[in-house]
């Protein structure tokens, strides 16, 4: 690659910014003091990864909350970070240290740039040392813009592109994200190492075997290296909690990785002691105006995550009064048709954008009826239909928005479907796990703006979120569960645990309130649908997602 002579004074800026950058950040290691042998760092290192694993019991607890550690590991090519973490590797129990690596590619299409890589994640106790990560595919995606950049205006010294702005954009996003995770008891510790030019170059002409390229851009041109370097300089600035490492002297930076990774498996060890709620909420809290039902603007991307204190909602006579609207039998199948046909025909023009479909609502009031007259016109290679129930001990042991990252609809697979259905959801957070106390008070409460947050990055990748909460009243309710007993094949639809929620139905009924003013965005608003009448109500479900998927597409 090649530009001309302007380039010199681009080169030469780049590395100014660069330096002062990391001269900043590059300070002495602030536990040089404490630093120990290698032979005590090694028996300390494995002696927190046993203890951080025992704290992941075989049983949940609500004052119990084991912490996971997630080890990113960035920066310059050939600057130690291989060594330094088959070092850490070999002073630590290999079998229980988790290693990943990725070297950087395009963001996939309609999906937040982290989906592709929630299946990284370790569980709460696990330690895992994640090569390249989402920062990976950023920094790929941002070198792409920036060099092009610099083709295009070869006369202008430092060009104002829009790669800035994307960097910016993204890194705000992704802070956000990672502090979602921090909150969710997984750790972060975020490394970069650095080398200078000179070192990298002169590596790079040794006899040693060199790796896959990290993101995938030629290190043994200087331009290519400068353009990285202002790139890395505006990262760094925007995000304070990277650990730079000097990878001059390998061996040296190695040890410092090994120091900071046991830094950080012991405050995760720490952070693994019981907390008690009331703290807690004491900490976090901040007290509120009484909420309203008025659809709310997308400030769920706000780097402000301090807990609001909760005051409910006066419950809506939507949800109280519900109505019962008659439909002729003939005329519903007319409709019905007429909607499926036209559902069908916007799902296959969407021009492959990713739908998500949310259903909510009270037991037996037609989520299931619904779906299946949503999918009916639909080849099932186009849909996954996703029955949430109870999380699995191994979904436990995860950020609690991990079990539905992992269910939506991913470029990365061979799969078919970009069409994902969740009856039931990631509410459950706020509704059953709430009135049934299965988690502290402030988690429940916390998680209104992490789901706000969750369902905006959706949308702003250009994934297409449709929420629905179908509402019956409790006589309407009881009918319905007397049929299920007495048709054969509908008992497996009724569990005792339905019953029993009969008596918790205020309970339900305020906590859906308050779910629906809390997270009723411009971006992803809710469709209530409160009707006794199932036919209707099916209707009105198709109506909702044809007029959500024009306004879209």
Same mark, same amino acid.
């Given at each position: 690659?090649?530009?001309?002579?302007?380039?010199?004074?681009?080169?030469?800026?780049?590395?100014?910014?660069?330096?002062?950058?990391?001269?900043?950040?590059?300070?002495?290691?602030?536990?040089?003091?404490?630093?120990?042998?290698?032979?005590?760092?090694?028996?300390?290192?494995?002696?927190?990864? !046993?203890?951080?694993?025992?704290?992941?019991?075989?049983?949940? /607890?609500?004052?119990?909350?084991?912490? @996971?550690?997630?080890?990113?590991?960035?920066?310059?090519?050939?600057?130690?970070?291989?060594?330094?973490?088959?070092?850490?590797?070999?002073?630590?129990? $290999?079998?229980?240290?988790?290693?990943?690596?990725?070297? @950087?590619?395009?963001?996939?299409?309609? =999906?937040?740039?982290?989906?592709?890589?929630?299946?990284?994640?370790?569980?709460?106790? *696990?330690?895992?040392?994640?090569?390249?990560?989402?920062?990976?595919?950023?920094?790929?995606?941002?070198?792409?813009?920036?060099?092009?950049?610099?083709?295009?205006?070869?006369?202008?010294?430092?060009?104002?592109?829009?790669? =800035?702005?994307?960097?910016?954009?993204?890194?705000?996003?992704?802070?956000?994200?990672?502090?979602?995770?921090?909150?969710?008891?997984? &750790?972060?510790?975020?490394?970069?190492?650095?080398?200078?030019?000179?070192?990298?170059?002169?590596?790079?002409?040794?006899?040693?075997?060199?790796?896959?390229?990290?993101?995938?851009? *030629?290190? @043994?041109? /200087?331009?290519?290296?400068?353009?990285?370097?202002?790139?890395?300089?505006?990262?760094?600035?925007?995000?304070?909690?990277?650990?730079?490492?000097?990878?001059?002297?390998?061996?040296?930076?190695?040890?410092?990785?090994?120091?900071?990774? +046991?830094?950080?498996? =012991?405050?995760?060890?720490?952070?693994?002691?019981?907390?008690?709620?009331?703290?807690?909420?004491?900490?976090?809290?901040?007290?509120?105006?009484?909420?309203?039902?008025?659809?709310? /603007?997308?400030?769920?991307?706000?780097?402000?995550?301090?807990?609001?204190?909760?005051?409910?909602?006066?419950?809506?006579?939507?949800?109280?009064?519900?109505?019962? $609207?008659?439909?002729?039998? /003939?005329? !519903?199948?007319?409709?019905?048709?007429?909607?499926?046909?036209?559902?069908?025909?916007?799902?296959?023009?969407?021009?492959?954008?990713?739908?998500?479909?949310?259903?909510?609502?009270?037991?037996?009031?037609?989520?299931?009826?619904?779906? &299946?007259? +949503?999918?009916?016109?639909?080849?099932?290679?186009?849909?996954?239909?996703?029955?949430?129930?109870?999380?699995?001990?191994?979904?436990?042991?995860? $950020?609690?928005?991990?079990?539905?990252?992992?269910?939506?609809?991913?470029?990365?697979?061979?799969?078919?479907?970009?069409?994902?259905?969740?009856?039931?959801?990631?509410?459950?957070?706020?509704?059953?796990?709430?009135?049934?106390?299965?988690? *502290?008070?402030?988690?429940?409460?916390?998680?209104?703006?992490?789901?706000?947050?969750?369902?905006?990055?959706?949308?702003?990748?250009?994934?297409?979120?449709?929420?629905?909460?179908?509402?019956?009243?409790? &006589?309407?309710?009881?009918?319905?569960?007397?049929?299920?007993?007495?048709?054969?094949?509908?008992?497996? &639809?009724?569990?005792?645990?339905?019953?029993?929620?009969?008596?918790?139905?205020?309970?339900?009924?305020?906590?859906?309130? *308050?779910?629906?003013?809390?997270?009723?965005?411009?971006?992803?608003?809710?469709?209530?649908?409160?009707?006794?009448?199932?036919?209707?109500?099916?209707?009105?479900?198709?109506?909702?997602?044809?007029?959500?998927?024009?306004?879209?597409?």
């Amino acid at each position: 690659m090649s530009y001309n002579k302007s380039d010199e004074a681009q080169k030469a800026t780049g590395i100014q910014i660069e330096k002062q950058m990391i001269d900043q950040r590059l300070t002495p290691n602030p536990l040089s003091q404490f630093s120990l042998d290698k032979d005590a760092l090694r028996l300390a290192l494995v002696t927190a990864q !046993y203890a951080l694993r025992e704290t992941r019991q075989q049983t949940t /607890s609500p004052t119990h909350k084991p912490t @996971g550690l997630l080890v990113l590991v960035n920066g310059m090519e050939q600057a130690g970070k291989g060594t330094a973490v088959k070092q850490l590797r070999q002073w630590v129990d $290999p079998r229980l240290l988790k290693v990943e690596a990725t070297i @950087g590619h395009p963001p996939l299409a309609y =999906q937040p740039i982290w989906q592709a890589h929630t299946q990284a994640i370790p569980r709460h106790g *696990d330690v895992m040392v994640y090569f390249g990560n989402w920062y990976a595919d950023l920094l790929y995606h941002v070198m792409h813009m920036a060099t092009t950049a610099m083709q295009d205006d070869e006369h202008q010294v430092l060009p104002i592109t829009k790669w =800035q702005d994307y960097l910016r954009q993204a890194l705000r996003q992704l802070q956000v994200f990672e502090r979602d995770l921090a909150t969710n008891q997984t &750790k972060l510790l975020k490394c970069w190492f650095h080398v200078e030019v000179e070192t990298l170059q002169a590596r790079l002409k040794d006899k040693e075997a060199d790796p896959q390229f990290l993101y995938q851009i *030629d290190w @043994g041109d /200087s331009d290519v290296v400068a353009q990285f370097n202002r790139v890395a300089a505006e990262l760094l600035r925007q995000q304070d909690d990277w650990i730079v490492i000097d990878g001059s002297d390998k061996s040296q930076a190695a040890t410092e990785f090994c120091h900071q990774v +046991l830094q950080a498996m =012991q405050g995760a060890l720490a952070s693994s002691i019981n907390i008690h709620a009331s703290a807690d909420l004491k900490r976090n809290s901040k007290t509120i105006n009484t909420i309203t039902s008025t659809p709310k /603007s997308d400030a769920s991307l706000s780097d402000d995550n301090r807990q609001p204190k909760l005051v409910s909602v006066d419950i809506p006579d939507q949800l109280i009064d519900i109505k019962n $609207p008659d439909i002729d039998k /003939s005329d !519903y199948h007319k409709q019905l048709a007429n909607k499926q046909s036209e559902l069908a025909e916007l799902l296959r023009t969407r021009k492959g954008r990713h739908v998500v479909f949310a259903f909510e609502g009270m037991d037996a009031a037609g989520k299931g009826g619904a779906i &299946k007259r +949503l999918v009916t016109p639909l080849d099932p290679r186009e849909y996954q239909i996703y029955n949430i129930g109870a999380p699995m001990l191994y979904e436990l042991q995860h $950020p609690y928005l991990w079990r539905f990252w992992t269910r939506l609809p991913n470029e990365q697979t061979d799969r078919m479907s970009r069409i994902a259905i969740f009856d039931r959801t990631w509410y459950g957070r706020v509704l059953v796990e709430r009135v049934e106390a299965l988690i *502290d008070e402030s988690e429940w409460q916390r998680a209104y703006d992490e789901i706000n947050r969750f369902e905006a990055e959706l949308m702003a990748s250009g994934t297409i979120v449709i929420k629905y909460w179908l509402a019956i009243d409790k &006589k309407e309710q009881l009918k319905r569960f007397e049929d299920r007993r007495e048709t054969p094949h509908k008992q497996f &639809k009724l569990t005792d645990d339905d019953w029993r929620n009969r008596d918790k139905w205020s309970d339900y009924v305020q906590a859906a309130a *308050d779910m629906l003013a809390r997270t009723n965005t411009t971006s992803a608003p809710w469709c209530v649908i409160a009707t006794n009448q199932k036919r209707y109500a099916r209707l009105q479900v198709l109506d909702h997602a044809i007029a959500q998927l024009k306004s879209h597409l």
